[in-house]
């Protein structure tokens, strides 16, 4: 699936589930929250937090893609083409970090 592909689903599931986008600011808010339980469930698992009971059964995959749906949902109701956006980044940072990584000391353990 392409992202573009992706922005058209998640738009269609809205139309057709969900009335209508939140507002962006409920988007962020809601986008804040899936990336809190990305970051529980990375702290546990590799981090030094033990699960709890109610821990149990969290699935990163699922919490990503939490994440990736809100994000879509904030691109679609603002008009942003992320396909686009993406390659434009993406060739921001292979200018900017062409040889950044490479000669980080801090990366070469």
Not at 26 to 50: C, F, M
Not at 54 to 80: M, R
Not at 82 to 99: A, P, T, Y
């Amino acid at each position: 699936m392409t992202i573009k592909e992706a922005q058209q689903l998640v738009d269609n599931w809205i139309r057709q589930h969900g009335v209508r986008y939140f507002n962006e600011l409920t988007n962020l808010a809601i986008l804040t929250e899936e990336v809190g339980e990305v970051a529980r469930v990375i702290a546990r698992k590799y981090g030094e937090q033990s699960f709890k009971k109610s821990d149990e059964g969290a699935d990163l995959g699922i919490e990503l893609a939490d994440v990736l749906f809100v994000l879509i949902c904030l691109a679609n109701q603002t008009g942003i083409d992320l396909s686009q956006e993406f390659e434009k980044n993406l060739e921001k940072k292979s200018i900017r970090d062409h040889d950044r990584h490479h000669n980080n000391e801090k990366l070469k353990s």
